[in-house]
């Protein structure tokens, strides 16, 4: 069974920090890539960063400076780590884990809101 746990979303003020985790089940093998997704109100979800199994990372241009991905193989475990937070960071932000042979698929997690307001 696949699950992804997320925690570590809240409200900050413009400028703060944030860091959101995301654990897969420790069953899960062959996780080719990780990464976190946001969907803000009335927008389509949007990737914000990526990490291989390699650790290449690719980021958001909007993000890309401000935000950190990082992984733990051990753990299965997914991290981003947002700085200089702004008001258009807020969103739902959802963990994916993508995995390959012999059980290829794409799994989500619950999401966690992040709000972004003084």
């Known amino acids: 069974q696949v699950q992804l746990v997320q925690s570590g979303g809240g409200l900050v003020q413009p400028g703060g920090s944030l860091r959101l985790s995301c654990a897969a089940s420790r069953s899960v093998n062959n996780i080719v890539a990780m990464g976190w997704y946001r969907q803000a109100a009335g927008k389509q979800r949007e990737l914000v960063a990526r990490i291989t199994s390699l650790s290449n990372t690719n980021y958001a241009d909007s993000v890309k400076g401000r935000f950190t991905i990082s992984r733990d193989n051990a753990e299965n475990t997914v991290y981003l780590q947002m700085n200089s937070l702004k008001a258009e960071d807020t969103a739902v932000y959802y963990c994916?884990?993508?995995?390959?042979?012999?059980?290829?698929?794409?799994?989500w997690g619950q999401g966690t809101q992040v709000t972004v307001s003084s």
């Open positions: 994916n884990v993508v995995c390959g042979w012999p059980r290829p698929g794409d799994y």
